[in-house]
């Protein structure tokens, strides 16, 4: 089997409507690149028309690849599943939706070779199709991560990049359970670039990444990747314990005075300000905890039960 120039990984979920008008996209894009090329859709788990689709695509498109996973895995788990089996000597994830313009793989692609980038970042300059409240908390997120996490994380960089070979097994040799791969590209510290573009409005269908799922990327980018958020329970107890020493001392100050002090509302709202601290502190913990006891369990994040560049064999493989 002949190993293309370039693989595009791109992760399914329930997407029947925008399927054929990525395909119309995307291919002359690729027909035009002059290189031989695959295109690796992973379907994850979807509950639509979407195998059907991708399977009438594939007829028509032979350089169509599906990859199938046994049941929902998640955005990141499709995406490592797509990029475990991509055969080309450069790799390019993008989503299906066409909010990242196809036609900027060309200028990745460019900037790989000439410059011997082993990374290209696609940046998104103008978010302006994007809702005021996705854009405060992309905004939110990215200066959290630089600041919390401590990665040079680009900022507006998602997850349309490309990678080269050597990134790509990188990424397959590191033990990651819940990987989230704008923040382990850029540990890598390989050699990189960044290609800017405006982010357009989805092609067709409903988002289907929503806030919980937009909340747990953020948990995992936060407790995957650094300590700081159980040393922020440590320096929140030792002021919680600081303040009391303070309310102690003006107590006792008031009572060598003979003043009485009313104070059950504000006894009150201290417990229950305090208990609701130590729960934060301890859903943290347990948070760190969750992860260990995930890893140490060995199961795997993703089952793959079919690969059409296997002429469609049931292959079970499984990943971590």
Request: glycine fraction near 8%.
């Amino acid at each position: 089997m002949d190993v293309p120039r370039l693989s595009v990984v791109v992760p399914v979920f329930n997407e029947e409507d925008v399927l054929p008008l990525f395909a119309d996209r995307m291919r002359p894009v690729l027909d035009g690149l002059g290189v031989p090329y695959e295109v690796l859709t992973v379907d994850d788990g979807s509950s639509d028309a979407t195998p059907a689709v991708l399977e009438v695509m594939r007829r028509r498109w032979p350089q169509l690849r599906v990859v199938r996973l046994r049941r929902n895995s998640g955005h990141q788990n499709a995406l490592s599943a797509g990029l475990h089996r991509a055969r080309g000597q450069y790799v390019v994830s993008i989503d299906v939706d066409l909010q990242d313009p196809p036609e900027v793989i060309a200028e990745m692609l460019r900037l790989a070779e000439t410059g011997g980038l082993d990374v290209v970042y696609g940046v998104r300059a103008d978010r302006s199709t994007d809702s005021p409240f996705k854009r405060w908390t992309a905004a939110l997120y990215y200066r959290l991560v630089r600041r919390v996490v401590g990665a040079p994380v680009p900022a507006e960089a998602g997850d349309f990049r490309l990678l080269s070979r050597t990134a790509v097994e990188a990424l397959a040799g590191l033990p990651e359970h819940r990987p989230v791969y704008r923040l382990l590209v850029p540990w890598l510290g390989l050699p990189s670039g960044e290609v800017t573009y405006a982010r357009e409005r989805r092609a067709a269908g409903r988002s289907k990444y929503p806030i919980g799922k937009m909340i747990r990327l953020a948990v995992d980018s936060f407790t995957g990747f650094s300590a700081a958020p159980l040393r922020v329970a440590t320096w929140l107890g030792s002021v919680g314990i600081a303040l009391c020493v303070l309310l102690a001392a003006a107590g006792l100050a008031a009572h060598e005075r003979g003043t009485v002090v009313p104070g059950w509302t504000s006894i009150l709202v201290a417990m229950v300000f305090l208990g609701a601290l130590q729960l934060l502190c301890l859903g943290l913990l347990g948070e760190y905890v969750a992860r260990i006891f995930t890893a140490m369990q060995g199961r795997p994040a993703y089952v793959i039960v079919s690969d059409s560049a296997l002429e469609g064999s049931r292959v079970a493989v499984a990943s971590r």
